[in-house]
């Protein structure tokens, strides 16, 4: 396996690009593994990988029904942040952004990740206060980076937003996550593949999971597109489709629905904007970055209905460019090259469960709602670390699926037990 | 677009509506023990394909209706008013 | 390749010449050029820069697949990066120039990147840039933020604007029977026989004339039969939109459509929006969206001076342009002969070479009688010439490889490879398109909802076939049975070819064109194990520029094919996403933007209140008065004087946006029961009572006072930003949860104008205002109650007694149209007696100091006994919530409660979003927050309303900091009970 660096892309480059190698295997799935993974997007592979690194289990499979990343994987807008506020969620997006910031390194991998700040329009005093408060929160739980701007400090990072006197929500501040930003999602994907790939970690590709066999309240067998595959623990990671492999399992109901989010991306700019901006105003919400390519990556509010179908239609297109053009008005002309949509699970407090569940060898991970990219490397390490040991990590205590029982809502907006309205 | 056929205002778009949620919870009693509430207020089937589901016509009449929709290929089924009374009046399936 | 003007042919119209400018020259063409047709006809060959290698770029079609000429138009606030000149409508005064270069396209220096090409290949930045060269050495993600920046600033492909879009776009909607999309042969017979069947027909064509390819045909027969079938068209109702790309098909049928209104217009009128954005709703759609011709990848086929065969018989035919004096046409199929005897009658000199070694006799006598000279068994290997093309070496095939053969001199190098059906907007209804052996290309496959292809997009090559594919559609979409076309194909079968490269010799051979993605990258990431199409794509970035893949696609799969020795449809197909071609967001947004980006609703009062010096602020959608500052006042000095004025004298707020709900009927006291936490059953006739509403998972939702005016007749009101949320919950539970009661909600929020009156005066002041003063008596009306009366002049207004600010108030609501009057009525007899008028600032004032809460504290998250309010939940009913709210973790004695906060000094000063922590803490999450904060008239200093773990009962007699780390330095502060001025509320029952 040839190592990633700058040496090797110009050795290669001079000898023929004849040294690089598969990035991950393509194997015939064995007759058994003492895990298996049933997802290969970014929280499955990453799980696979932080089971092998972390805890020295390297018999897993990661079970893929297509192509690795070819779920929210690929979809998504790619933004990383942890300026998550509630109790639990805090501590476990800090984690997450801690692991980003390495994340290159450690995979050798060049994931892009680009701490270029994450920026969050204010509009009136009382919002000032309310996401200050969050922001003093961060500023006291390991982001020292986290502030608030006045608007002329705006202006002069971010020039070309609405300042116009016309504007129907004008911008008065500003909340800064200078440690945020954005990261190039196949990277991360296909870093994570090739890290798992060389612990011996079988990732099987068009394998589709068909049945879910058990004994009593353990999973032995896996029935799949390739065969059967028995198993000593069972993880699942298949945003979207959580519902249909726990109906597998033997078990009907979770407080998850699965809803559709679409994406957008533009031509390709010369550079115009080098932040992450957020939005949130007259009931929208929107956030808007400039990819690597020059691309303008945006996206707003669910298509409000459930759906497994990943389609979107045009009025979620409308309300996304009619913001993207209060945000930005010189975007008008600048033109949509892509929109696109994926599939995610919407819990019913907005946040997400890593969970053992009435099944002895199962374990859950899901309800990622629209932020389940920046989640990635904690996702990874706190589900490898609650399968290898059976027993939730205390970051991800209030992380399970009988919270609601005990009362707890790790509610981030507010908004209360219905799904669509965390998006 | 999805184009739904309000019993009371004919078929009209999506966005003239807004989505309720999973139209086969049976609320308890106010007073029920509270896992009964738990379990309608917080676990969901989340049924990939037909599923009985609220919208309320919002921009419209600003009734309530249920649908029966394929949420993979969003085929509508049938639509009737929420309300028992108005279902009966109306009599109307697609 | 240097093109010259014929003096005659074409559809131009040689009578109207057009200037226009490029990179700041000037130049001319006629009106029915594009601004690829004139520039070719002026001389210009290199027109743009390739993304990565900075390599010179021509003109490669004529079409949207247009992946050379991509250009900026236009200056200042219309700039408009990233324009294909192919599609671009000359106008006269037009200016382009080009982008992605310096100092100009034709001398970039960024064309030195591809010197270091074999460095660049696909995905190599995910291999480096990590950390220090050599060997990624580093933590942190610092040093890739570096190269990054120089990443960044080369990557793009043309310049946005950086103001406002001056121009307005409309979004306009339409319903019709059948969508037929493409006015090609098969296009306009569908929409033909399908207005024949009696339906209503719109046709879209995103060129300027209707006809398709039939514009790019020479024969006057073709022109004859384009003619009449327009004019049937016309004849027949059909609506016809030219300029109107379809660029996405959605769920039943609807379409989005993007009209180019005054792009190709020298002068836009004023009145006229740029473009129009269309939602069309379609019982059916028909897609005859025709097919794009292919091309082979060579080493160097990305010269400019190469191009489709099918585009310079276009440039011929269409724009009297001859695009080469010395042309190679290079083809393995049929349908380039035509246009290599047309190039010859034009006078070209042109050589044309079949990969087939056998050819139909007609084409043979056909290319004779042309004089055009023929070789068989080559096709192009390389092409010569740096800037542009000046010759192609060729290459016969052997076995299983490429022989090197000889070389032809030439200007103008034509490609035809193959065809592929236009099967986009199909794909986006999730239809897998399907590959055909025989014609070498992906044809539609059959689709479960109602769109059907018709003509050269289903596979038909002639035209005769095309037309009868046209009606057939129009009798399938109507529901009708029709006869299957077969696929004619062509004469002589076509030899697949998609790449030709020699042996073991390195070539640079070009698949996507803009993003410089070649065979060898496609080879590559089949090395490295991205062998799906979608780690294809995403891998060498092949397909994600501008033309979204129109020209490489095939070519990549066919050279992954290769790699994994499978055929075609074992790689799998690319899924093509909306929009077909790329849409201005400024379309999409249409009419709503800048002011016009969300509604703005205002009270009956907003032009009294601006008129009597309000500053007005955002509450949700509505504009609220936020301040009334006199002539040199501060903000601050303002609003305490308002409150001051309230709590001395008395004041006026415009409380018109709160909700207000009218609920009606025989159980409606039943009603308000269930969904209040407290006690409405019995509530009184002609008495209000504040309530508190619980979700269904037992936190607060929102508060408001309920009045009863009559046995069946409440008014509900809410917060201003619940009022929406609460009325749909209210129709929900009344329609799904409880149908049997009797209960009719109305929302009335637009219906009153409301003011709150309050302060020590406010009796008199209103009472001067009634026909019977004595209506409000402390008798007559006492604290909570509420009665219908009259003010003067007959104005009907329903007065309830109930106070936010703890003053004695009164809130006065008269029918919308009456606000003003009521207004003037009021303010003649406050501002005597030395009232004011107040606004949201000074109410916030009051209710701080009162310890009352809103949307600040109920921020979703709270319980009723979070917010000191748990003796409103009734111990004796079951309500909404009631059940849910007793969870374990709800009912904690350590969960934050509802405090008031002093600062220690009270000389200091704090921000609402302050933590609360215990005093040297440092870190973690603290023990509470601030709300809202006031300087307090009445207390004579700073305070605070928030939340503490516990409540005021563990913290009395701590100290405890108030840390604001994102603002200001810590303060110390004291926790008190939130009813900080007036705790037994004596000053409501004045």
Redesign the interface.
Known sequence: MTR???????WQ??S??KG?????R?PEPKPHYDVIIVGGGLHGLATAYYLAKNHGIRNIAVLEK??I??GNA?RNTTIVRSNYTQ?GN?EFYEDSLKLW??L??EL???V?????SHITLL????A??????D???M???GNAD???WSLEQLKEAV??L?Y?S????PIMAAAVHKRAGTA?H??VI??YARAADQFGIDII?NCEVTGILREGSKVTTIETTRGKITTGKLGLAVAG????LWNMAGM???????HKLQAFV???????LDQVVVFG????HFYIS?S???GMVFGGDLD??????Q?????I??DV??????VL????????????SGVVDMS?DGSHFISKTPIDNLYLNAGWNYGGFKATPASGTYFADLIANDRPHKVIADHDLKR??????L?E????????LHG | ??RIPCPFCGTR???EF??G??GSIIYPSLDAPM?DW??A????????GV?V?T?QHANGCRMWIYVE?D????EIHSVRAAHPDMAVALEVTI | MTGTRLNSGGRIDRSRPLRFTWDGRSYQGYAGDTLASALMAGGEVILGRS?KYHRPRGIMSAGVEESGAIVTL?TGD?????AKATMVELFDGLAAKGQNAWPSVRNDVGSALGLFG??F?AG????????L????W????GV??QY?KL???A???????????P?T?D?VHAFCDILVVGSGPAGMSAALQAAKLGKDVILVEQDFELGGDLLNQRDPMSEAQRQEQVTALEVAGVRIMTRTTAF?L??YG?A?LLQRVTDHLAVKPDHSPRQR?W?VRAGATILATGALERTLAFENNDRPGVMTSAAARSYLNRFGVLPGQKIVLSTNNDSAYVTAAELAQAGAKITLVDLRAEISPNLSALMKSAGVKMKTGLAPRKALGKKSVTGVQLARPQDDRWIAAETLPCDLLLVSAGWSPVVNLLS???AKPVWDQTLACFLPAPCSENVTMAGAAAGHWNTMDCAASGVAAAHLATGQKADEIALAGWETPIKPVYEVRLAGK?TKSFVDLQHDVTS?DIR?AH????V?V??LK??T?LGM??D?GKMGNIIGLALMAEALGKDIPAVGTTRF???YT?????A???R???????V?RRTPLHDWNLRHGATM??A??WHRPWYFARKGESFNETYIREATTVRDTLGICDVSSLGKIAVQGPDASEFLNRIYSNAFAKLAVGKARYGIML?????V?DDGTTWRLSENDFLLTTTTTGAGKVMVWLEELLQLRWPELKVHVSSVSDQWAGVSVAGPKTRAAIAACLEDPEAISAENLPFMGVRETRLKGGIKCLIARISFSGELAYEVYVPANNGEAMMDLLWATSEPLGGCLYGLEALGTLRIEKGHVTG?EL???VTIDDAGLGKMASLKKSFIGSA?RK?????RSDRPQLVGIFPKDRSESF?????LCNPGE?????EG????VTHSPALGHWIGIGFISGGHDAWQGKSVTA?????KGDVTVEIVSPHMFDPKGERMHG
């Open positions: 990633f660096s700058a040496w090797n892309v110009f480059g001079i023929g690009q690089w190698t598969r990035q991950w393509d297509g192509w990343g070819g690929g109790p805090r910031e390495e290159s390194h050798n991998y060049n892009m990740f680009s701490q270029r509009h009136s005093p009382g000032v206060d309310a996401v200050s408060r922001y003093n929160i500023r006291r739980t986290a502030g608030i020039p070309h609405n116009a016309d504007a129907r929500f190039r196949d990277a296909w870093g590709q489709n959580t519902s249909r009907s109901h979770l407080p998850i629905e699965s533009s031509e390709p700019l010369k550079p115009l105003m007259g009931g929208a400039q690597d390519k020059g409000w209905y459930k759906s497994y179908a389609k979107g239609n045009l009025p297109v409308q460019a009619e913001a993207a053009m209060s008005p010189c975007l008008g002309r600048v033109r949509l090259l892509r929109h696109w019913m609601f029982e005990r009362g707890i809502q509610d907006r507010g908004a209360g037990p219905d799904p669509k | 677009m999805i778009d999506h966005s807004t989505y949620g999973d896992q738990h379990d207020v917080f676990q969901r089937e989340n049924i990939c599923q589901e919208w929709r949420t993979m290929t969003h | 993304f236009g219309r700039v408009e990066p990233n074999r460095f290949s190599f930045y995910y291999k480096t840039f990590m950390g060269p050599p060997f990624e580093g933590r942190g993600t890739w933020m990054e990443i960044r600033k990557a793009g492909m043309g310049e946005a604007a950086r103001v406002a879009d121009d776009y979004h996405g959605y769920d609807t989005g954005f939602t986006h209804r999730g390195k060898s590559l090395q490295e194990g991205f799906s979608e780690h995403r891998y970035t520029a501008t979204q996403r909306p929009p790329p849409v201005a967001i400024g999409l947004a249409g709503n933007t800048g002011s016009h980006f969300k703005l602020t955002d949700g959608l979700r269904d998972d037992g936190m939702l600040a921020d979703g998250r849910l969870r374990p973790a709800l009912e921000n609402g979003g302050a933590l440092i870190s973690g999450f603290g927050w601030i709300t809202a840390t604001d780390p994102v603002r």
